[in-house]
């Protein structure tokens, strides 16, 4: 369990939130702030697009990404530093991305 | 990337004239640094890259060379395997050959000139010798029928193997987009399901749901060792025996000679039982939690 976003979340070793319902801004928020992320608009339209091919079970990968005309993966590194697909992921609720077996 | 370095200090393993040339070039390398990297993923298998590096480890130690040399081992994923708990083994292995594993590399471009790999986020591998596993795509006749996505995978049913788009296509091994190591061993296991459903598909019966990803493979250490590994989508390689619980004679996620000897008899049951088609006993094309230590 982690405090995110003023609430309870139950959230897997990684730090994932483990049930999508419990996700929302003000919990992307603090789970961004742990990652030492300030989220901006640039941030929120990775982060929406993310959660929206998500929701068409699409599996994304840093190559989808950049291709996608949202960010390009330059960019995309510098809003989210060291790990850009798993801590955007992590930041939008979703579970660690399996671009990978 | 100044292609006037391919094949001279850059270098792959994934065509039979490239390995050729590879075998030639190492026979000559004696010091430096040597760097073993994975471009992007998915790659055609894992392991293969690790596999690799524990080969050349010991290839060099046997020449005498091995102190002259530093092995890196570059890689987009954040550890060494894609799943955290052979990661952590596997990660111990390169660490205890002396390999120096470099995560959460993604490569923007090559400076050949310079010979280094140069990441988007500006970190810098230097190299004397590049081993470097290209993106890897599907077939290219897959991208002219618009099939495939940006990498010329076909989008396909995780469990049933039915292309998503088009029902009466199914789908396995290097054509595939499921999340699954696009080895041998993954495609025989598919091979199973697959046939299956054409067979229903064309009846008109529902499709069977049954592939769960399973994977196996020998995982050749140096040194006449070797580990073995076996998983499926949900569940990571995990310790054990196999294929039998107990009597093993196999150990797996665990170096050691047998394993090395198993691979070597299954070259033979390749050959002479596999490409037959006649079953392995202990071995379905479902994974098995049998003998596994969760």
């Not at chain 1, 369990?1 to 992307?28: C, I, Q, R, S």
């Not at chain 2, 592939?211 to 073995?228: M, R, S, Y």
Request: proline fraction near 5%; charged fraction near 25%; glycine fraction near 10%.
């Amino acid at each position: 369990m982690a405090n995110l976003g003023g609430k309870e979340v139950e959230v897997n070793e990684g730090g994932y939130v483990m049930h999508p319902e419990d996700w929302d801004k003000a919990v992307a928020g603090d789970l961004a702030k742990e990652l030492g992320i300030n989220l901006t608009d640039a941030h929120w339209k990775v982060v929406d697009y993310l959660r929206e091919q998500h929701g068409q079970g699409i599996e994304m990968s840093i190559r989808k990404l950049g291709k996608s005309g949202i960010v390009d993966i330059k960019t995309l590194y510098e809003l989210f530093p060291g790990g850009p697909l798993k801590y955007a992921a992590k930041i939008a609720g979703l579970h660690r991305p399996t671009s990978c077996v | 990337m100044d292609d006037g370095e391919w094949g001279k200090s850059i270098m792959t393993f994934y065509e039979f004239e490239a390995a050729k040339a590879l075998r030639e070039i190492l026979k000559n390398f004696n010091q430096g640094i040597f760097v073993v990297h994975i471009s992007e993923m998915p790659i055609k298998c894992p392991v293969a890259p690790l596999e690799f590096s524990f080969l050349a480890d010991d290839y060099f130690k046997k020449r005498g060379v091995r102190e002259q040399i530093t092995i890196k081992y570059v890689t987009p994923l954040d550890g060494a395997f894609t799943k955290p708990k052979a990661s952590k083994s596997l990660g111990h292995l390169l660490t205890e050959k002396n390999i120096e594993i470099i995560p959460d590399f993604n490569v923007e471009r090559i400076d050949s000139k310079a010979k280094k790999l140069i990441s988007y986020d500006g970190k810098e591998v230097g190299y004397d010798l590049l081993i470097t596993v290209p993106v890897t795509k599907g077939d290219d006749v897959i991208g002219r029928s618009n099939l495939g996505d940006e990498l010329n995978f076909v989008p396909t049913d995780h469990h049933t193997l039915q292309s998503k788009a088009h029902k009466n296509i199914f789908v396995m091994g290097d054509a595939t987009d499921v999340p699954a190591s696009k080895a041998g061993s993954v495609a025989h296991f598919q091979a199973d399901t697959l046939v299956d459903n054409i067979i229903r598909y064309l009846q008109g019966q529902e499709l069977v749901a049954n592939f769960d990803g399973h994977a196996n493979c020998f995982i050749e250490t140096g040194g006449q060792k070797g580990l073995v590994i076996d998983f499926n989508y949900e569940i990571e390689p995990l310790e054990g025996n196999f294929p039998f619980p107990v009597i093993g004679p196999l150990r797996l996620l665990r170096e050691g000679r047998l394993n090395h000897v198993g691979k070597l008899i299954f070259r033979w049951m390749y050959w002479h039982i596999i490409l037959r088609g006649w079953p392995i006993p202990g071995i379905s094309n479902k994974m098995s939690m049998l003998g596994k230590k969760k």
